[in-house]
């Protein structure tokens, strides 16, 4: 076993140098200033302690330097996975007990074996069936949720909710309740954050600031606006005057903590683990391969459920949170210079830092700052015109995308993406069950085929060619059935069917049989079936069958081979299907079978 499939810190610590490690410090103090008040804001998002934000942002981030294999991916709790948490421990504990916190630590340790096993079985490929529709109908739908939930810490009323509806009541209810210090906090950060994330960048570059530091500036306005309402909370008293604060916050590292193992919290729980789990990979391996894809890099999906997994792991056992790769600080990271994952371990030494010296400064933070530099971040997520870009595209996709959108804010978070789920997987045996397929005729003068339906191209009453645009499978080997004696019905003087097979990937059982029965059947009305541009590994499974054997036809290299041969226009040796195979070692390769198993 190669020791660096499972530990990529052995590929990049060896060639570690000065200038590497310039980098990265620089990269990790950007980050860290980023991340302190992100990991505050999405600890209380979740309903947990401050603290555990900035537990769950140090020995995670230590962890994935030496298992994930993206460079500048940043680990830490995000906006989604932290509005899940509260949605699955909050259905098993009441918020603030000692109870909810470690229903928190159970779920992170549950997702974290979730996701290392999944590596280790080599199941990253499964992220592949939530389509892109149904994953940004689910994040534009949280984004709406998260905004909802932190309105009331921003206007200063008490709020609650499962859903969008049911936080809206609750606000409206409250509005009786408005405190008008808190809302001035709130409203004040808001606007200061919209503006500087709209026109701070641009208005630096125009005043002569380099594009890179006036984008520094603009990422560290969240900060700004921490420093700054906490110094005003401090100096005005704000506390005394309503404005509700983080309060206290244990100084110190963060504490070694066992997981309850309770069958009956851990069977509560394993759903929100999957579903977690399967959303901050998807959106952890989005990040990583787009920024990796700038560097000419690459990242290995199921090493980043491994990455992933242990990192989790290691926040269940250090009083941390269920966590994942970050987009906004990810692309800090990526953008302020980081070179490898060493730059996410000197930030963890600064998160660390932090809590052990600048939690009496967080005391006096209010609670609405936080609440708004949330709002703002996840609005961001929000895409609503994507809804009318698919509706132009595929309505089917459009439809997918809201119905999530929709349970998701109508019931709640694990029912949109269980939906999701379900319907991107509906989606796609929908679209296999019903293969594309064309009837082909040759382009004049030359040896190219295209649909008869489309273009102008020869045809013979006694030939039909079909192409096949799909691998045949269970779902759609039927469909296959009907199509071709459909064909054979149209035609009353047909004498030969060519299935043209180079988009033919896979033939299942099913299909097998299902050829077997179109073979016979065109057996018994006098015609022969033939195969064309058939792939190599789906001959070699094909040569050994009784579908091959009991063959009425030939298998044909090309298409216009058997074009040439079964009108009589050239003697273009067809091979039986029985005798497509792999030549022993040491036989010369006759031309048609080698490239045949080659195509």
């Known amino acids: ?208 600031m380099p594009p890179r530091p006036a984008e520094t500036l603009t990422k560290a306005a969240p900060i700004i606006a921490v420093a700054v309402t906490t110094l005003a909370s401090w100096w005005l008293g704000l506390n005394a005057k309503g404005v509700a604060v983080v309060g206290t916050v244990p100084a110190g590292l963060p504490p070694l903590t066992l997981p309850a193992f309770d069958s009956g919290l851990w069977s509560q729980l394993w759903v929100a683990a999957l579903l977690i789990s399967i959303i901050g990979f998807v959106e952890s391996v989005s990040v990583g391969q787009t920024l990796a894809a700038k560097r000419r890099q690459r990242i290995d999906p199921d090493q980043e459920l491994i990455g992933l997994g242990t990192s989790n792991i290691a926040a269940s056992f250090t009083g941390g949170m269920p966590v994942t790769g970050g987009f906004a600080r990810s692309v800090v990271n990526f953008d302020a210079g980081a070179q490898t994952p060493a730059a996410g371990a000197f930030t963890a030494l600064g998160i660390a830092a932090a809590a052990l010296l600048l939690t009496p400064l967080i005391a006096h933070l209010p609670i609405a700052t936080l609440a708004a530099t949330i709002i703002v971040a996840v609005l961001s997520l929000v895409d609503v015109a994507a809804i009318r870009r698919n509706w132009e595209y595929s309505r089917c996709d459009a439809m997918a995308m809201l119905v999530t959108i929709g349970l998701t804010l109508g019931v709640g978070v694990e029912t949109g993406i269980l939906a999701g789920v379900g319907l991107s997987l509906a989606l796609h045996l929908y679209y296999t069950s019903r293969p594309h397929s064309a009837v082909v005729g040759r382009v004049p003068g030359t040896e190219h085929f295209r649909n008869v339906e489309r273009h102008q191209v020869e045809t013979d009453a006694e030939l039909a060619i079909l192409r096949v645009d799909e691998s045949l499978y269970f779902a759609n080997s039927r469909y296959l059935e009907d199509t071709v004696m459909a064909l054979a019905a149209r035609q009353p003087g047909l004498r030969h069917i060519v299935l043209t097979c180079q988009a033919v990937n896979v033939i299942d059982a099913s299909a097998l049989e299902s050829l077997e029965v179109i073979n016979a059947r065109l057996r018994d009305a006098e015609v022969r079936l033939h195969l064309a541009e058939v792939k190599g590994p789906v001959m070699d499974r094909l040569q050994h069958t009784r579908f091959c054997r009991e063959l009425t036809g030939q298998v044909y290299l090309s298409t216009f081979d058997a074009w040439r041969s079964l009108r009589g226009e050239d003697a273009v040796p067809g091979l039986s299907c029985g005798s497509v195979g792999p030549v022993s070692a040491g036989q010369p390769k006759p031309l048609i079978n080698d490239d045949t198993r080659r195509s």
């Open 1 to 208: 076993m190669n020791p660096k499939r499972y530990l990529p810190i052995l590929q990049w610590l060896p060639g570690y140098g000065r200038a590497t490690l310039g980098s990265d410090l620089l990269a990790a103090v950007i980050v860290t200033v980023m991340l302190i008040p992100q990991s505050l804001a999405y600890a209380m998002l979740a309903g947990l302690p401050p603290e555990v934000g900035l537990y769950a942002s140090i020995a995670p981030l230590v962890i994935y330097a030496v298992f994930g294999t993206s460079r500048t991916l940043a680990v830490g709790p995000v906006a989604v996975v932290s509005l899940m948490t509260a949605a699955a421990v909050g259905q098993v504990a009441p918020q603030g007990t000692p109870e909810y916190l470690g229903a928190a630590l159970v779920l992170a340790l549950m997702s974290g074996l979730v996701l290392t096993l999944m590596g280790v079985a080599r199941l990253g490929f499964l992220a592949n069936f939530l389509s892109h529709p149904v994953i940004s109908g689910f994040i534009t739908a949280t984004g709406l949720l998260i905004a909802a939930s932190q309105l009331g810490h921003v206007l200063g009323v008490a709020a609650k909710g499962h859903n969008l509806l049911d936080w809206l009541n609750s606000l409206a209810v409250g509005l009786g309740d408005l405190h008008l210090p808190t809302l001035t906090v709130g409203f004040s950060v808001l606007v200061f954050l919209y503006a500087a994330r709209r026109w701070l960048k641009p208005g630096l570059e125009r005043a002569g």
